[in-house]
């Protein structure tokens, strides 16, 4: 976890704003979907001052194999259809980040997810489900 905080905060939040209708957006969406990520919300956290990012995109895995074919198949479509590369990532087997600067997405174990409570934590964001 410590890893995590280090990571965001040791980077800052590009001037330009992004949308739930902007190609990055809907690229990493789609690659969860497609790699039949579970529970998936996004919190948007442009109205927060002291926010990392625009958004974050959380979901859920049932093991830490389809933890990292969420991320890689993140990182492959948005490289494909945006072509934009990762500012960072973390992998572990219960909880993996994939730091697109404005964005962040966050895969999970489900155990993992509940746990650390990232919906709680950014209670203010509006949250969006993105269940297909």
């Known amino acids: 976890m410590d890893k995590i905080i280090n990571a965001l905060e040791g980077r800052k939040k590009s001037a ?19 790699k039949k990520g579970e529970n ?3 919190l948007d956290l442009r109205k ?15 093991s830490n194999i389809q933890i990292n074919a969420i991320a890689d ?9 945006c072509d934009e590369r990762p500012y960072h990532v973390e992998k572990s087997d ?7 600067v404005n964005i962040v997405v966050h895969v999970f174990q489900k155990d993992y997810r509940k746990f650390y409570d ?14 297909s």
């Open 16 to 34: 330009t704003r992004l949308t739930k209708n902007s190609k990055l957006f809907k690229a990493v969406i789609k690659a969860i979907q497609e």
């Open 40 to 42: 998936i919300v996004s």
């Open 48 to 62: 927060i001052d002291e926010a990392v990012a625009d958004f974050f995109i959380l979901c859920e895995a049932q």
């Open 73 to 81: 198949s993140v990182d492959d479509i948005v490289r494909k259809e």
């Open 94 to 100: 219960l909880w993996t980040l994939v730091d697109y």
């Open 118 to 131: 990232l919906e709680g934590l950014w209670a203010d964001a509006e949250q969006t489900e993105h269940n």
